[in-house]
């Protein structure tokens, strides 16, 4: 039996290729201004498509594997940052953390005498000790994120001028090497990036954990019902934010071999970006850490493109917070364009004939 072609696709032949021209359109206008992964991908294969014809060189192996390893450092603190962000917080003490594990593993070898792998594993595991606390006094005491994280901030630089006397110290030159050396080519830090990202990926997606984590970040009221531990996983959820801090302290340590007391300093906003741009709300829920490692790729060769243009670190910063603020908007107009797309695809649809 032979199906009867209506009225409306009669007076209009290609009408039905119209509405899947609007759906495929509409569905990839929603993919990429309501939060997904899609949209920084794009923009970050853009971005270096771009580049060479912005500023030429900029895209040359040395440029490259100078970029890297800085872009290695943010991604990890953003993955921290994702998720506290990912249960509707927002971290201020990466600085202090950060500069905390570049003080241990830096002070406490040449001021100290302690072995370096000693030191190198306390500076990693202390940042992890110190998120566990911000976790406890956020789950249990309930004070603000923002209030705590921001005290522990000055609590842990305070702590670095302690630890330092007021002064920087050499890193041990196992880690200096190791951080500055590559594998095949590829910087060592950008692969104990990697790894690290592409394990809590996986560990976001595809384990209980991980999942439980979503659960809690987009209703906490429901996670409760369901049973979760609420408290204990928002409290390790900021006890692994403090390890992925350490991780990049230590190595940010030892790629610039004398880090200053207050290196941290200038990863807040970057850290914040990274996990906007990665698709992530800051009202929790849904998150990536891998997106937020690409928006990190993205801001890090953003600010070298920049610097190649004689931009200096004010402009580079307001640069920054401009795109952060372009993404912002556009995820507020989203439901809009949503709602605009809807009607269109209303009003394409054939009419019963």
Avoid at 20 to 45: C, E, K, M, P
Avoid at 162 to 175: D, N, Q, R, V
Avoid at 300 to 321: C, E, F, K, P, V
């Amino acid at each position: 039996m032979t199906t009867r072609p209506t009225n409306a696709s009669r007076r209009n032949p290609s009408h039905e290729g119209n509405v899947i021209d609007t759906l495929d359109a509409g569905a990839t206008w929603r993919r990429l201004l309501s939060g997904s992964w899609v949209g920084i991908v794009i923009a970050t294969i853009i971005l270096f498509a771009l580049s060479p014809a912005i500023a030429q060189g900029s895209l040359g192996s040395a440029p490259l594997l100078s970029m890297l390893p800085f872009a290695a450092v943010l991604a990890m603190a953003a993955a921290g940052q994702t998720l506290v962000v990912q249960q509707r917080g927002l971290d201020l003490s990466v600085p202090g953390m950060i500069a905390l594990a570049a003080a241990l593993c830096t002070c406490m070898v040449q001021s100290h005498g302690w072995p370096a792998w000693l030191a190198v594993t306390v500076a990693v595991v202390a940042p992890a000790l110190v998120g566990l606390v911000n976790g406890v006094l956020v789950a249990v005491a309930r004070v603000m994120p923002l209030v705590v994280t921001l005290g522990m901030n000055a609590v842990l630089l305070g702590t670095v001028l302690a630890i330092s006397g007021g002064s920087p110290a050499t890193a041990p030159g196992g880690l200096s090497r190791f951080s500055v050396d590559r594998t095949l080519g590829i910087p060592n830090t950008f692969i104990i990036a990697v790894v690290m990202l592409a394990v809590g990926g996986i560990i976001a997606k595809r384990s209980a954990v991980g999942r439980r984590l979503t659960y809690i970040g987009v209703s906490v009221p429901t996670a409760s019902a369901l049973g979760i531990r609420v408290t204990l996983y928002q409290i390790v959820a900021y006890g692994f934010a403090g390890l992925a801090y350490g991780a990049a302290g230590v190595l940010l340590a030892g790629y610039t071999r004398t880090p200053g007391l207050f290196i941290g300093d200038s990863y807040v906003l970057p850290t914040v970006a990274a996990v906007v741009l990665g698709g992530t709300a800051m009202t929790g829920g849904l998150a990536s850490i891998v997106a937020s490692g690409v928006g990190a790729l993205f801001l890090t060769q953003l600010g070298q493109l920049l610097r190649s243009l004689g931009w200096n670190d004010a402009q580079q910063l307001i640069a920054q917070a401009a795109v952060l603020a372009a993404v912002v908007l556009l995820r507020q107009a989203a439901p809009a364009l949503r709602g605009l797309a809807q009607r269109r695809r209303q009003r394409a649809l054939p009419t019963a004939g």
